[in-house]
């Protein structure tokens, strides 16, 4: 019979600090990753490839669909290789770059439920006030992914929340929320952080245009914290 149209491409070998301790390893995956491009293309099925906010440079935010890309991250320089494949190669294709996404689970890792779990087990948190995120539910990302993926429009699409926090201001929100103390949350400036490769301060996107299209639209961020502190207990 006639096989699937359409193909989500959704690999990853890690985190930030993944890709920089293991180049080879990302650079042999992201390899592989064009490899399937080429296959899903001759067989002529439409790729839509999640890459990231990562792929901009984090001086200024507000990065739209045709800003211009400047990675300063291997996880970020990896993720605009795969971009520019597809940018390169392909005639029909769906580039889907999103926000910082967390989950409901706890344990899960994600942005906010890294952030409870902790708190929860009475850690202090050291937060970046320097760095800003856009906080975006899994629910509103699986939804838009699907919304432009089966779409009929070619291009680059943004995927992210409009509200924006800082690292510390989300702590501490959180925080709030699991009724804790604030001495929990520790406000420190990116510098003051011990990571693998500097991070980027702003890499927030602004999603407007892609929002409009495809009628997306995304969760109040203080409603989500209200649903995942019930999962505490709180």
């Given at each position: 019979?006639?096989?699937?149209?359409?193909?989500?491409?959704a690999?990853?070998?890690?985190?930030?600090?993944?890709?920089?301790?293991?180049?080879a390893?990302?650079a042999?995956?992201?390899?592989?990753?064009?490899?399937?491009?080429?296959?899903?293309?001759?067989?002529?099925?439409?790729?839509?490839?999640?890459?990231?906010?990562?792929?901009f440079?984090?001086?200024s935010?507000?990065?739209?669909?045709?800003?211009?890309?400047?990675?300063?991250?291997?996880?970020?320089?990896?993720?605009?290789?795969?971009?520019?494949?597809?940018l390169d190669?392909?005639?029909?294709y769906?580039?889907?770059?999103?926000?910082?996404?967390?989950?409901?689970?706890?344990?899960?890792?994600?942005?906010?439920?890294?952030?409870?779990?902790?708190?929860?087990?009475?850690?202090?948190?050291?937060?970046?006030?320097?760095?800003?995120?856009?906080?975006?539910?899994?629910r509103?990302?699986?939804?838009?992914?699907?919304?432009?993926?089966?779409?009929?429009?070619?291009?680059?699409?943004?995927?992210?929340?409009?509200?924006?926090?800082?690292?510390?201001?989300?702590?501490?929100?959180?925080?709030?929320?699991?009724?804790r103390?604030?001495?929990?949350?520790?406000?420190?400036r990116l510098?003051?952080?011990?990571?693998?490769?500097?991070?980027?301060?702003?890499?927030?996107?602004n999603a407007?245009?892609?929002?409009a299209?495809?009628?997306?639209?995304?969760?109040?961020?203080?409603?989500?914290?209200?649903?995942?502190?019930?999962?505490?207990?709180r």
């Amino acid at each position: 019979g006639k096989g699937p149209g359409l193909a989500i491409i959704a690999v990853g070998a890690g985190g930030v600090d993944h890709y920089r301790a293991h180049p080879a390893e990302a650079a042999a995956l992201n390899a592989g990753i064009m490899r399937l491009l080429s296959l899903l293309r001759d067989r002529g099925i439409v790729p839509a490839l999640l890459s990231s906010d990562y792929v901009f440079e984090g001086i200024s935010g507000g990065y739209r669909e045709d800003s211009p890309a400047a990675p300063t991250t291997e996880y970020g320089r990896r993720k605009r290789e795969l971009e520019e494949w597809v940018l390169d190669n392909l005639r029909d294709y769906r580039i889907i770059r999103l926000g910082k996404v967390y989950g409901y689970t706890p344990g899960d890792g994600t942005l906010l439920t890294d952030i409870f779990d902790r708190l929860s087990r009475g850690e202090v948190f050291r937060a970046a006030a320097d760095q800003l995120v856009a906080p975006t539910s899994v629910r509103d990302a699986a939804r838009g992914i699907l919304a432009i993926a089966l779409g009929a429009e070619s291009g680059v699409f943004h995927v992210s929340s409009p509200e924006v926090r800082s690292r510390y201001d989300l702590a501490a929100a959180v925080c709030r929320a699991l009724g804790r103390g604030p001495e929990l949350v520790e406000r420190v400036r990116l510098e003051d952080l011990s990571f693998g490769e500097r991070r980027p301060a702003d890499t927030t996107m602004n999603a407007d245009a892609t929002s409009a299209r495809f009628g997306l639209s995304y969760r109040p961020l203080g409603t989500e914290l209200a649903a995942i502190s019930a999962l505490y207990g709180r």
